[in-house]
């Protein structure tokens, strides 16, 4: 399955890339502002997570703007991507029922759109690390494996809930509700270990998300070495997850077009 898998990845990898070019140009194309979108959505939204966390609640936080903005940053890959991937195949029906390709593919182009953003917001998070003068070291390296293990997460999350969504067609509105609880049991503009001192350590290991937001805090904001044993358990449960997810969209894809 893995070496079918990479190979189909190699084959349409390239219309992967195309595919996510033209979304990422449709996106703005009416737009008066164009791309400049896409660093003013989640800066605005910084910016009222911050004044109403930060000033209004009196969050404690150092560095708070960075801390909040790392959080956001996160939380929209790994949301949008999962979100948009519930009924893909139904607004993909005119091209998956003509022409055969492996349904994964219009995962890795919903992976392509949000972690073009993501990359755009992390480049802020830098510029706004030097505004704020946030000391660096050598944990900033810890960036990457974080990001990697999300990027994965999210994609073997991203395969079940394609294909589920295939079949059940309130799935969208399930996982909308779902995901908004997880994102107030994330700490996305709060520090979740210190603000539910009973069970914030635990729902910070049990929730992948809220593990990996806080290690690229400690890792980039505090230059603290995140929980490596940790990290490689997420990273195993994130291989096996992308692992079962592929399978299940190889054994039931060509059901799909039945199904829609």
Not at 67 to 88: A, E, P, R, S, Y
Not at 124 to 134: A, D, E, H, W
Not at 229 to 244: D, E, F, N, P, Q
């Amino acid at each position: 399955m893995l070496k079918r898998a990479f190979h189909d990845l190699k084959k349409y990898f390239r219309y992967s890339v195309v595919s996510a070019k033209s979304k990422l140009k449709a996106e703005v194309a009416n737009s008066y502002l164009n791309w400049l979108w896409w660093i003013l959505d989640p800066l605005c939204f910084m910016l009222i997570y911050t004044f109403i966390f930060g000033f209004v609640f009196d969050a404690k936080e150092q560095y708070f703007p960075v801390f909040i903005f790392i959080g956001l940053t996160m939380w929209d890959f790994f949301n949008k991507t999962v979100q948009g991937c519930v009924k893909t195949i139904k607004l993909n029906k005119a091209i998956v029922s003509r022409v055969y390709f492996p349904k994964f593919i219009l995962i890795l182009s919903k992976i392509w759109i949000n972690g073009f953003k993501m990359m755009i917001s992390f480049c802020i998070v830098v510029l706004m690390m030097l505004v704020f003068k946030v000391p660096w070291s050598l944990n900033i390296l810890f960036f990457i494996p974080v990001l990697m293990i999300l990027v994965l997460f999210t994609f073997g999350c991203s395969c079940f809930v394609m294909h589920y969504g295939v079949y059940v067609e309130d799935l969208s509105n399930v996982l909308n509700v779902a995901l908004r609880f997880v994102f107030y049991a994330t700490g996305i503009f709060y520090n979740i270990e210190t603000r539910i001192p009973q069970v914030g350590a635990l729902l910070n290991r049990v929730n992948p998300v809220a593990f990996l937001i806080t290690s690229m805090r400690q890792s980039l904001i505090y230059g603290n070495m995140p929980d490596w044993k940790l990290l490689l358990l997420w990273l195993a449960v994130s291989v096996i997850l992308v692992m079962l997810g592929l399978r299940k969209i190889y054994k039931e894809e060509n059901s799909y077009v039945k199904a829609i």
